[in-house]
DNA sequence: CATTGTGAACTCATTCACAGCG
DNA sequence: CGCTGTGAATGAGTTCACAATG
């Protein structure tokens, strides 16, 4: 890190927005951005992008803007996805079975090496990746031999606690957890949560306040 | 709403949180519960809690706590999900697939109750949940006919921006976007993102971050 | 007397405005 | 001259601390 240690974890959410934003510039031909135009493409704020890539260095040349070249390769160090990542995947179910099938998660160097469940009639099944259902119980020696990183719970809310803890043994210390329920874990493990139903809560929110105030 | 207009978008977040918890401490058998209690299970701060709630008005007894089955009941209002919603999921890939099956929503009053796409050999196909995946080009009539007001997005980032101009065509203004993109909308459409790609660089971030905090 | 409800203090994040520079 | 980089100003959200009260 080049500046501050302080960074809002909004201006990490923004990056990988901006990432993306500028893949599709490279793709549409563009070699420089202004941040007035990033942040338009972005739905965001000039002065906020300026700010966001200012806590890690100057990328910029004033006057012109940013190479979106090099914007691109600064971004992936930042976020640390310059490289490929491991995940192994918990819980078979819908859910499971469509990230293992995500061809966006593979484009960008993430992972999908191992699938687990606890369910017999899984567990051996061939999936279309061409991974093989592994057992739940081989997890720890799994994680180990296949260098994974990121444990990804796709499981219901009541297994949700017992996988992570299986996790946490194995020395995996990052954790997407789709299940819609909180974990608890040390503070050495990093959790993401994303949870469908509290999104919709707030969307239903949001649309019940607007409607309401559209009445009066 | 009781006071204040300024409702921090986290609050919301939290309540739907603390909504989950207390259909747990009811299920467990709680009567009454403490904001000290109810935060320490969200993993959240006792004021903050009664921050929280004291925006929409007293659900409390001082002295003794909150009282688990009112409490619920005054969330679900203030979230308004103190009844059902329709949605309508665009894109019957593996993501739309697994949405479509996801029990959580209908036991939470999410209904999925039409299934779009444009590919011919999924039209009419039978779900397992026992609706048929209609041709996007029905979008309009369905939604008018089936009442719904949330419209879904599964499909590629390709197809986003189209989807959501024919679903604000059809009078849908709220949106929960599964697709890898921000598709824009006017000022009286709500959109809720769900990008599995940002969540994951966010924890890469992180991840990266401390492990390299640990080496120095 | 334990716990809520809440103004005031504080911390964190965003935006402004302009100096600095290619 | 145009756009970046950034300190200073503003705004938003969280936590504190204690008065109010069932």
Not at 14 to 39: H, N, T
Not at 137 to 145: N, Q, S, T, V, Y
Not at 175 to 182: E, G, K, V
Request: charged fraction near 20%.
């Amino acid at each position: 890190m080049t500046k501050s240690d302080k960074i809002p974890d909004a201006t990490i959410t923004r990056l990988s927005i901006y990432y993306r934003q500028l893949e599709l510039l490279e793709f549409d031909g563009y070699r420089m951005v202004s941040s007035e135009k990033l942040a338009w493409l972005c739905q965001g704020n000039p002065a906020q992008v300026r700010k966001d890539l200012g806590y890690f260095g100057e990328f910029g040349i004033r006057g012109v803007g940013y190479d979106v070249i090099d914007l691109q390769a600064q971004i992936k160090k930042i976020l640390a996805i310059n490289r490929d990542w491991n995940m192994g995947i918990v819980g078979v179910g819908n859910l499971g079975l469509a990230l293992l099938q995500h061809h966006n998660f593979s484009a960008r160097g993430f992972k999908c090496v191992a699938a687990f469940d606890n369910d017999p009639d899984k567990i051996g099944a061939d999936l279309p990746s061409g991974l093989k259902v592994r057992d739940i119980r081989e997890l720890d020696a799994a994680i180990d031999e296949l260098d994974i990183e990121i444990g990804v719970i796709t499981t219901p809310a009541s297994a949700a606690q017992a996988v992570a803890n299986l996790l946490l043994k194995a020395n995996v210390n990052a954790i997407l957890n789709f299940s819609p329920t909180r974990i608890s874990v040390p503070e050495c493990c990093l959790v993401q949560n994303i949870d469908f139903t509290v999104m919709l809560d707030i969307l239903c929110h949001k649309l019940d306040h607007q409607t309401t105030l559209q009445h009066l």
